[in-house]
């Protein structure tokens, strides 16, 4: 079915909810007219619609291969590319000074949900790209900035992330790949890398990678790694692609879905490599390059779950069974109809938590507020976590509504929960997520919680003039919430905090959406409000077990034996 972009709903939260005119109130962002905020929706989701939606099904259908060491990418990929590049929509967050827009990253967060939506395999090329530049303009030196920045955001060169090896997942610190000096201000690089996504293409004309390696001095563990730009084709003197760098692509991985995107085995035999940041330092450097992909996943998530709805609402408006009233199509059903409305609530309230995270981002980067900087933190496991798991959950139940035509791969509805499945568990998967939220995010005794708190606890007693009913279920959410937060932060033993530290994220998730769905009700029309109360009413409840299970600590989970486990 087509895909619709849901710029709408994108202006609406932007107008009503997230605080959007907060962001182009500031110096830095007051070009980001409404005006223009209009035209790069629309523009963005045209493209969308019209482009890349239909190289969705080629991806999974025809995937990525290795050709004598050569990637071929899957048919159409080049022209989605090519018109994605040429709008201008790898860099729209980059800095002017560098070719890009210097547009919020929180319009940057609606075109990456469009484009994740029409066609995920795709989409995760710019992502990756867009992290490295931001990464690049933090902690290379002027040299490496001027000569690949400018070439990744016109989308000539893309980039690529490497950080995982065999024996090495989320244990960073376990890596062996080298890095020697050459005594020229180069390095060799020597080791393998895995799970690199989009580490070759035939259709850029370099590909630009950047390794996390030990220097000889590097000691054990992540306090020892440092970071290099390895690029495919070594620049020439005039910053063209040049010889053949030391490295190749091993293999492809033979993966359960995105197959568009060829996530690859990848292999440094002595190649040249320039230092980013300071020698040693290459997790910091990295750290920004992850925390912005978090972000990135956090709408790739909720952009898929925009494309299984809507696939599934297609489906259940057209498809006729049963004695179902009205229309006889099985969206008159009551449990459709239950499962269709948890679809889209989900999928907007994840969309808002990804647009507020956004917003707090542009906000520290135009302010310099630590205040923002702290929100924006905070917010980003949430986002991720949260934004993936919806993807999950509403594809799953995407091919439930489509009944046993959804376990059928030609009606398109299993690709969606295949392709978003990965979402979960790269750049650190979602029980990580959750693990720092409890622990690193309250590290300052919980303020950046209490704040965000505050913020929803006043918002209600606001409401209750005119929506008393859904704003004193949001605010004694957020008092549950906050009750709750007291005691993690009290617990000193961190096996305390992590052992329900899945159900706590999941529950400040839970009361955020609560806290964007009363605030459409003020600002929305009737149907807007039939939605808020659906979700305040029917999905907010579930914030009270989530938290009966983070108070329960670790005493009984630990208390559960091996031999427990395997009875």
Same mark, same amino acid.
């Given at each position: 079915?087509?895909?619709?972009?849901?710029?709408?709903? @994108?202006?609406?939260?932007?107008?009503?909810?997230?605080?959007?005119?907060?962001?182009?109130?500031?110096?830095? @962002?007051?070009?980001?007219?409404? !005006?223009?905020?209009?035209?790069?929706?629309?523009?963005?989701?045209?493209?969308?619609?019209?482009?890349?939606?239909?190289?969705?099904?080629?991806? !999974?259908?025809?995937?990525?291969?290795?050709?004598?060491?050569?990637?071929?990418?899957?048919?159409?990929?080049?022209?989605?590319?090519?018109?994605?590049?040429?709008?201008?929509?790898?860099?729209?967050?980059?800095?002017?000074?560098?070719?890009?827009?210097?547009?919020?990253?929180?319009?940057?967060?609606?075109?990456?949900?469009?484009?994740?939506?029409?066609?995920?395999?795709?989409?995760?090329?710019?992502?990756?790209?867009?992290?490295?530049?931001?990464?690049?303009?933090?902690?290379?030196?002027?040299?490496?900035? !001027?000569?690949?920045?400018? $070439?990744?955001?016109?989308?000539?060169?893309?980039?690529?992330?490497?950080?995982?090896?065999?024996?090495?997942?989320?244990?960073?610190?376990?890596?062996?790949?080298?890095?020697?000096?050459?005594?020229?201000?180069?390095?060799?690089?020597?080791?393998?890398?895995?799970?690199?996504?989009?580490?070759?293409?035939?259709?850029?004309?370099?590909?630009?990678?950047?390794?996390?390696?030990?220097?000889?001095?590097?000691?054990?563990?992540?306090?020892?790694?440092?970071?290099?730009?390895?690029?495919?084709?070594?620049?020439?003197?005039?910053?063209?692609?040049?010889?053949?760098?030391?490295?190749?692509?091993?293999?492809?991985?033979? +993966?359960?879905?995105?197959?568009?995107?060829?996530?690859?085995?990848?292999?440094?035999?002595?190649? +040249?490599?320039?230092?980013?940041?300071?020698?040693?330092?290459?997790?910091?450097?990295?750290?920004?390059?992850?925390?912005?992909?978090?972000?990135?996943?956090?709408?790739?998530?909720?952009?898929?779950?925009?494309?299984?709805?809507?696939?599934?609402?297609?489906?259940?408006?057209?498809? $006729?069974?049963?004695?179902?009233?009205?229309?006889?199509?099985?969206?008159?059903?009551?449990?459709?109809?239950?499962?269709?409305?948890?679809?889209?609530?989900?999928?907007?309230?994840?969309?808002?938590?990804?647009?507020?995270?956004?917003?707090?981002?542009?906000?520290?980067?135009?302010?310099?507020?630590?205040?923002?900087?702290?929100?924006?933190?905070?917010?980003?496991?949430?986002?991720?976590?949260?934004?993936?798991?919806?993807?999950?959950?509403?594809?799953?139940?995407?091919?439930?509504?489509?009944?046993?035509?959804?376990?059928?791969?030609? %009606?398109?509805?299993?690709?969606?929960?295949?392709?978003?499945?990965?979402?979960?568990?790269?750049?650190? %998967?979602?029980?990580?997520?959750?693990?720092?939220?409890?622990?690193?995010?309250?590290?300052?005794?919980?303020?950046?919680?209490?704040?965000?708190?505050?913020?929803?606890?006043?918002?209600? !007693?606001?409401?209750?003039?005119?929506?008393?009913?859904?704003?004193?279920?949001?605010?004694?959410?957020?008092?549950?919430?906050?009750? %709750?937060?007291?005691?993690?932060?009290?617990?000193?033993?961190?096996?305390?905090?992590?052992?329900?530290?899945?159900?706590?994220?999941?529950? @400040?998730?839970?009361?955020?959406?609560?806290?964007?769905?009363? +605030?459409?009700?003020?600002?929305?029309?009737?149907?807007?409000?039939?939605?808020?109360?659906?979700?305040?009413?029917?999905?907010?409840?579930?914030? %009270?077990?989530?938290?009966?299970?983070?108070?329960?600590?670790?005493?009984?989970?630990?208390?559960?034996?091996?031999?427990?486990?395997?009875?």
């Amino acid at each position: 079915m087509p895909y619709r972009a849901p710029v709408s709903d @994108f202006q609406f939260l932007l107008d009503h909810v997230v605080g959007f005119s907060d962001v182009t109130a500031t110096e830095r @962002f007051a070009e980001a007219t409404p !005006d223009m905020t209009q035209a790069i929706l629309t523009e963005a989701g045209k493209m969308c619609e019209e482009v890349l939606a239909p190289l969705n099904r080629q991806g !999974d259908l025809h995937p990525a291969y290795l050709d004598n060491g050569v990637v071929r990418t899957s048919p159409g990929f080049a022209d989605g590319y090519r018109a994605i590049a040429e709008g201008g929509w790898i860099g729209m967050s980059a800095s002017q000074e560098v070719g890009g827009l210097g547009l919020p990253m929180s319009l940057t967060t609606t075109v990456n949900e469009m484009i994740a939506s029409a066609c995920l395999s795709l989409q995760l090329s710019p992502l990756m790209t867009q992290g490295q530049i931001e990464a690049l303009e933090h902690h290379a030196s002027d040299e490496i900035k !001027d000569l690949y920045i400018p $070439k990744m955001v016109s989308g000539e060169w893309n980039g690529t992330m490497n950080l995982t090896e065999p024996q090495a997942g989320s244990d960073v610190g376990a890596l062996r790949t080298k890095a020697e000096p050459n005594g020229d201000g180069t390095y060799s690089i020597t080791g393998q890398k895995i799970y690199i996504s989009w580490a070759d293409n035939d259709f850029t004309e370099n590909v630009c990678h950047l390794v996390l390696a030990r220097l000889p001095d590097g000691v054990a563990g992540t306090k020892g790694i440092s970071l290099f730009m390895v690029p495919k084709l070594i620049p020439d003197a005039d910053g063209n692609p040049g010889e053949r760098n030391s490295l190749r692509v091993v293999s492809l991985e033979h +993966k359960m879905g995105l197959h568009g995107s060829p996530t690859a085995v990848m292999e440094y035999a002595g190649a +040249k490599g320039w230092l980013v940041g300071a020698e040693h330092g290459g997790m910091a450097a990295m750290f920004t390059m992850m925390n912005n992909a978090r972000l990135g996943v956090a709408a790739q998530g909720v952009g898929v779950a925009e494309g299984a709805y809507q696939h599934a609402l297609a489906y259940a408006q057209d498809r $006729k069974q049963g004695r179902a009233g009205g229309s006889g199509t099985i969206i008159e059903h009551a449990d459709v109809r239950r499962m269709l409305t948890t679809m889209k609530a989900d999928t907007y309230a994840a969309r808002a938590i990804c647009l507020m995270n956004a917003v707090a981002i542009d906000m520290a980067l135009a302010t310099g507020d630590a205040v923002w900087e702290a929100r924006a933190a905070f917010l980003t496991p949430i986002s991720k976590a949260f934004g993936s798991d919806v993807g999950c959950e509403v594809s799953a139940t995407g091919i439930q509504v489509h009944g046993g035509m959804g376990f059928i791969e030609e %009606t398109g509805a299993a690709q969606y929960a295949r392709d978003v499945r990965v979402a979960t568990i790269y750049e650190g %998967t979602n029980g990580i997520q959750a693990m720092d939220l409890v622990a690193r995010k309250l590290m300052d005794g919980g303020e950046a919680a209490f704040r965000l708190l505050d913020e929803i606890e006043q918002g209600a !007693d606001a409401a209750k003039a005119t929506h008393p009913e859904l704003a004193g279920a949001v605010w004694q959410s957020a008092e549950n919430l906050r009750e %709750t937060t007291e005691w993690l932060v009290a617990q000193q033993d961190l096996n305390e905090r992590f052992a329900g530290a899945v159900p706590f994220l999941r529950a @400040f998730a839970r009361v955020l959406g609560g806290y964007v769905y009363l +605030k459409s009700a003020l600002a929305g029309d009737a149907s807007r409000q039939r939605l808020a109360t659906f979700y305040i009413k029917r999905m907010l409840p579930e914030h %009270t077990g989530l938290l009966a299970h983070v108070r329960e600590g670790a005493g009984d989970l630990m208390s559960i034996t091996a031999d427990d486990l395997a009875a």
